[in-house]
């Protein structure tokens, strides 16, 4: 692999690098103007992450730990904020921001490209260019936009766009606004963001979304929320008409997805991901620069896996949803 930043790669080539499905970006315009509302979005501040963060950063910190290619994505709260033209605007400069990072840098970057929902025709146009213009990897969606989940009827356009597509759709969490102040003192990332993605899988298979986006290769993160804890209540709990809904049954369905392990490196919450899903649907993702590449690959070098398990979470995993990522890969 070729130097990028200050630290030495050379350790780093073929099928020993990391890809990174989950590797956020902080557009310096975005910044600029929603600073009060990214405050807004976690507890009050923002972090130093937030107000540090470069591509060269990025590079550094992927090379220091032996990522080889980071897919690119905005964080929560994401380009809407109410007024559907700048939500339209702020997803197109976004997405045309990390289109310039993947070009500028062959082989180190992709990139789940933002869309504004929920304005159904806005969110088709930026499908339409990101995954034709710009050439993107998949697209990048919150688990819940104005107190609705990614299975609400008002989305299907935009859903169906995306199976016809056979998109790979990486979904985010965020906090909605029903849920941001629970518990005083609480700061809502702790337990509200891995609680939205079990929201938004549980919605999305009781209203038979996800059987019916059957091409879709969804990426959730953070070992799927609590998903794996709820798992036995969906069965227990579920609506009595749900077979016709989810013909193939709730742990196909749950079976099939695919997870990444950011921020969930603990023993108990891998065991709890790995008696769900096999290690086929596990990959790796960081969360940075909010967590730091480098706490993921110590946990995930420090769990009781074999080799090949951690060769296909490292790596083959994310390979067999973006196969240009073996074809690109940077040079040593």
């Known amino acids: 692999m070729a130097k990028t930043g200050k630290t030495d790669t050379s350790s780093c080539c073929g099928s020993g690098c990391l890809i990174d499905v989950h590797h956020h970006i902080v557009p310096p315009f975005y910044l600029a103007e929603n600073s009060a509302r990214i405050a807004d979005s976690r507890g009050g501040q923002i972090s130093r992450a937030w107000l540090e963060w470069t591509p060269q950063k990025a590079l550094d910190a992927m090379d220091d730990h032996g990522v080889e290619t980071a897919i690119l994505s905005l964080s929560t709260p994401g380009v809407w904020f109410g007024d559907a033209q700048s939500a339209r605007d702020t997803a197109r400069r976004s997405n045309e921001y990390a289109a310039e990072l993947v070009q500028k840098h062959p082989g180190r970057f ?164 790995t008696s769900l899903v096999p290690i086929t649907q596990i990959l790796f993702g960081s969360d940075n620069p909010y967590i730091p590449v480098g706490e993921t690959v110590r946990g995930l070098a420090s769990l009781d896996l074999s080799e090949s398990d951690l060769k296909a979470i490292r790596r083959g995993n994310a390979l067999s949803l973006f196969p240009r990522l073996g074809r690109d890969a940077p040079l040593s």
Not at 133 to 144: M, N, P, R
């Open 110 to 273: 992709g990139l789940f490209a933002a869309i504004p929902l929920p304005d159904i025709s806005g969110s088709l146009a930026e499908i339409h260019y990101a995954l034709d213009v710009l050439k993107a990897d998949g697209i990048g969606l919150l688990t819940s936009y104005a107190d609705r989940w990614l299975g609400d009827a008002a989305f299907a356009p935009v859903m169906d766009e995306l199976d016809r597509r056979h998109a790979v759709v990486f979904v985010h969490p965020t906090v909605p606004s029903c849920c941001q102040n629970l518990i005083p003192a609480v700061m809502p990332l702790i337990s509200e963001v891995t609680q939205d993605t079990t929201r938004a899988i549980t919605n999305m298979l009781f209203t038979g979304t996800l059987s019916r986006l059957s091409h879709v290769r969804f990426i959730f993160t953070h070992a799927g929320g609590h998903v794996p804890m709820v798992a036995g209540r969906m069965h227990q709990y579920g609506p009595a008409d749900l077979a016709p809904r989810v013909p193939r049954g709730i742990d196909y369905e749950l079976r099939r997805l695919f997870y990444d392990i950011a921020g969930t490196t603990s023993l108990p919450a891998i065991a709890a991901l």
